[in-house]
């Protein structure tokens, strides 16, 4: 017959900390014995206060304690495994300081496994039985252990408080009902916490609702910042190869310049009157060049420069003469005067468009958009240098001031055939693309029955034909006539309130589909606002139609 399991040899040779059976038992000065290492975690735990007690009977010892390990009562509890000691079983699971200790155990207590609301205690496995086969206990609700059974107690009548009080917000006995809040408001607190439960799950919906959307937008924004990240990357990555190539360019040409003064030199060292002939000529050649090089260096769209640089003339090759005496005067001095002149012209150009793109990259929004700016001051921080763009000239207009005026001629200008010039309408588009926020100022000069359009527009917007700004889908514009306004979209008009002034501001969010114009006399007074999705970057346009009518965008300082 196997031998039968003692259970004070249990509890004897077990650890109190871990409750299993002793491994590499250590006994302490005050005769209480541990495993090993549970004894030595508990000691570091207390290390800081700089004294260590012993779990049982809480004796302290300073310093800490050398232990042993004790060979003898290793040896019995390995025995007395043998012989049938084995881990103590569920109902034998103790209760530690963290855990709520069954109420009807005696000595060492067990953890409890359930609380009672109605008979106000906790109960183990073992003593939870009652409560899980007995009939009248069946009724009770049982609930995970607690130890603030105490709080269901009125403390005046030591009544169990199953009544809520609405008046007062507070639970109440049967007694308390009947005394002090007799004439409230009350109800079971099982009712009240029926409702309150409903009002729980709202609550939570709600929250769980919140949670939802709030994590959409951590996703948006994570995809905006992969987005922006990305964008930036590749405009650094364009723009070092537009910079790379812009100065493979400039050794090129320094490189030409330096072959072609040599050959000169070469060719020319024995005559002078024949040198002297040459270099004015090639003076003239350089002139000629240098003007063309003036007109490509003005041109801002850098597609359009890459586009015409290679067109550029060769300069034309030297003459020899004889009997020419050979005279000791620098005869390269103009090359170099006219090299440095390209310098300082490059220079001028660099820091323009430098401080031009610094101002530009301010301008990109991620989040939301800001508000509008409210004055004149505000709306500075965001100018744009506009100018009009030669090629999309109507045959009619004059452009002048640096292309940041039109006007209306009669007779003909002699602009050469370009894909992007309008045809019909009297139109004419800026340069530059617009986007994030913009803005700029039109001084526009009407005669009598005159009228000039302010707009802006996508770029393939239609050059022949019906392409009249505000009369399709792909422009906006505001129309200055007489004394008034009309703004037209898509092919439908609409009046504008406000006297006419000389000068329009127009503002731009691009990002946030704000299109604004104001009126700028004394003061600035909106004139008419559209909110849309533009879809493409956007250009300023320009529609001049009755003779002596002008339009120019202003420097803004």
Same mark, same amino acid.
């Given at each position: 017959?196997?031998?039968? =399991?003692?259970?004070?040899?249990?509890?004897?040779?077990?650890?109190?900390?871990?409750?299993?059976?002793?491994?590499?038992?250590?006994?302490?000065?005050?005769?209480?014995?541990?495993?090993?290492?549970?004894?030595?975690?508990?000691?570091?735990?207390?290390?800081?206060?700089?004294?260590?007690?012993?779990?049982?009977?809480?004796?302290?010892?300073?310093?800490?304690?050398?232990?042993?390990?004790?060979?003898?009562?290793?040896?019995?509890?390995?025995?007395? &495994? @043998?012989?049938?000691?084995?881990?103590?079983?569920?109902?034998?699971?103790?209760?530690?300081?963290?855990?709520?200790?069954?109420?009807?155990?005696?000595?060492?207590?067990?953890?409890?496994?359930?609380?009672?609301?109605?008979?106000?205690?906790?109960?183990?496995?073992?003593?939870?039985?009652?409560?899980?086969?007995?009939?009248?206990?069946?009724?009770?609700?049982?609930?995970?252990?607690?130890?603030?059974?105490?709080?269901?107690?009125?403390?005046?009548?030591?009544?169990?408080?199953?009544?809520?009080?609405?008046?007062?917000?507070?639970?109440?006995?049967?007694?308390?009902?009947?005394?002090?809040?007799?004439?409230?408001?009350?109800?079971?607190?099982?009712?009240?916490?029926?409702?309150?439960?409903?009002?729980?799950?709202?609550?939570?919906?709600?929250?769980?609702?919140?949670?939802?959307?709030?994590?959409?937008?951590?996703?948006?924004?994570?995809?905006?910042?992969?987005?922006?990240?990305?964008?930036?990357?590749?405009?650094?990555?364009?723009?070092?190869?537009?910079?790379?190539?812009?100065?493979?360019?400039?050794?090129?040409?320094?490189?030409?310049?330096?072959?072609?003064?040599?050959?000169?030199?070469?060719?020319?060292?024995?005559?002078?009157? =024949? !040198?002297?002939?040459?270099?004015?000529?090639?003076?003239?050649?350089?002139?000629?060049?240098?003007?063309?090089?003036?007109?490509?260096?003005?041109?801002?769209?850098?597609?359009?420069?890459?586009?015409?640089?290679?067109?550029?003339?060769?300069?034309?090759?030297?003459?020899?003469?004889?009997?020419?005496?050979?005279?000791?005067?620098?005869?390269?001095?103009?090359?170099?005067?006219?090299?440095?002149?390209?310098?300082?012209?490059?220079?001028?150009?660099?820091?323009?468009?430098?401080? &031009?793109?610094?101002?530009?990259?301010?301008?990109?929004?991620?989040?939301?958009?800001?508000?509008?700016? !409210?004055?004149?001051?505000?709306?500075?921080?965001?100018?744009?240098?506009?100018?009009?763009?030669?090629?999309?000239?109507?045959?009619?207009?004059?452009?002048?001031?640096?292309?940041?005026?039109?006007?209306?001629?009669? @007779?003909?200008?002699?602009?050469?055939?370009?894909?992007?010039?309008?045809?019909?309408?009297?139109?004419?588009?800026?340069?530059?693309?617009?986007?994030?926020?913009?803005?700029?100022?039109?001084?526009?000069?009407?005669?009598?029955?005159?009228?000039?359009?302010?707009?802006?527009?996508?770029?393939?917007?239609?050059?022949?034909?019906?392409?009249?700004?505000?009369?399709?889908?792909?422009?906006?514009?505001?129309?200055?006539?007489?004394?008034?306004?009309?703004?037209?979209?898509?092919?439908?008009?609409?009046?504008?309130?406000?006297?006419?002034?000389?000068?329009?501001?127009?503002?731009?969010?691009?990002?946030?589909?704000?299109?604004?114009?104001?009126?700028?006399?004394?003061?600035?007074?909106?004139?008419?606002?559209?909110?849309?999705?533009?879809?493409?970057?956007?250009?300023?346009?320009?529609?001049?139609?009755?003779?002596?009518?002008?339009?120019?965008?202003?420097?803004?300082?």
């Amino acid at each position: 017959m196997a031998q039968q =399991e003692n259970p004070l040899d249990r509890e004897r040779f077990s650890c109190s900390i871990c409750l299993d059976p002793l491994r590499d038992p250590v006994t302490t000065v005050c005769g209480h014995s541990y495993c090993l290492s549970c004894i030595n975690t508990h000691w570091d735990k207390e290390g800081e206060r700089g004294s260590y007690s012993c779990p049982q009977c809480r004796q302290t010892f300073t310093p800490r304690p050398v232990l042993g390990k004790s060979t003898m009562l290793a040896d019995l509890v390995e025995e007395l &495994k @043998k012989t049938g000691l084995r881990a103590a079983p569920a109902d034998h699971c103790y209760a530690g300081p963290e855990d709520v200790a069954c109420d009807v155990c005696t000595g060492r207590k067990l953890k409890a496994l359930k609380s009672c609301l109605v008979c106000l205690s906790s109960y183990c496995e073992k003593h939870l039985q009652p409560h899980l086969q007995s009939a009248p206990f069946k009724k009770h609700k049982l609930v995970e252990p607690s130890e603030k059974l105490q709080e269901n107690i009125c403390s005046r009548h030591n009544e169990v408080m199953k009544i809520f009080c609405r008046t007062d917000q507070q639970c109440i006995c049967y007694l308390c009902s009947m005394d002090d809040h007799k004439d409230h408001d009350t109800v079971s607190a099982a009712a009240e916490r029926t409702e309150r439960q409903r009002e729980l799950g709202l609550r939570r919906q709600t929250i769980q609702q919140r949670v939802q959307d709030t994590e959409k937008d951590v996703k948006m924004l994570q995809q905006e910042e992969v987005a922006v990240n990305g964008s930036a990357d590749k405009a650094v990555e364009d723009s070092e190869e537009i910079f790379t190539e812009m100065i493979r360019l400039l050794k090129k040409i320094s490189s030409d310049v330096k072959q072609q003064i040599r050959s000169q030199q070469e060719a020319e060292v024995s005559r002078v009157r =024949e !040198r002297q002939e040459r270099l004015e000529q090639e003076i003239t050649e350089l002139k000629r060049k240098d003007h063309e090089l003036k007109q490509l260096s003005d041109t801002e769209d850098h597609n359009q420069f890459l586009h015409n640089y290679p067109s550029l003339s060769p300069l034309s090759e030297s003459t020899h003469s004889s009997s020419i005496r050979i005279r000791p005067l620098r005869f390269f001095e103009h090359v170099t005067a006219a090299v440095s002149q390209v310098r300082g012209r490059l220079q001028d150009i660099l820091s323009e468009t430098e401080t &031009k793109i610094l101002q530009i990259v301010p301008r990109v929004d991620v989040l939301l958009p800001q508000p509008e700016p !409210r004055t004149r001051a505000d709306f500075l921080k965001y100018s744009q240098e506009i100018t009009l763009d030669p090629n999309t000239a109507h045959i009619n207009h004059l452009l002048s001031d640096g292309n940041r005026k039109v006007t209306f001629m009669r @007779k003909e200008q002699s602009y050469s055939n370009h894909p992007d010039r309008f045809t019909v309408w009297r139109q004419v588009l800026s340069r530059e693309s617009l986007t994030g926020r913009c803005y700029w100022e039109l001084e526009v000069g009407v005669e009598a029955l005159g009228g000039v359009g302010v707009a802006v527009t996508y770029k393939n917007i239609s050059r022949a034909g019906e392409c009249s700004f505000g009369f399709n889908d792909k422009s906006w514009m505001l129309f200055c006539h007489g004394n008034s306004y009309s703004f037209y979209y898509n092919n439908i008009w609409t009046p504008v309130s406000g006297p006419r002034s000389s000068r329009v501001r127009v503002y731009l969010d691009h990002s946030a589909g704000v299109l604004s114009f104001y009126r700028v006399s004394d003061t600035m007074t909106l004139l008419h606002r559209v909110q849309t999705t533009f879809t493409q970057p956007l250009y300023a346009g320009v529609q001049v139609s009755n003779a002596g009518d002008t339009a120019e965008f202003c420097k803004l300082k």
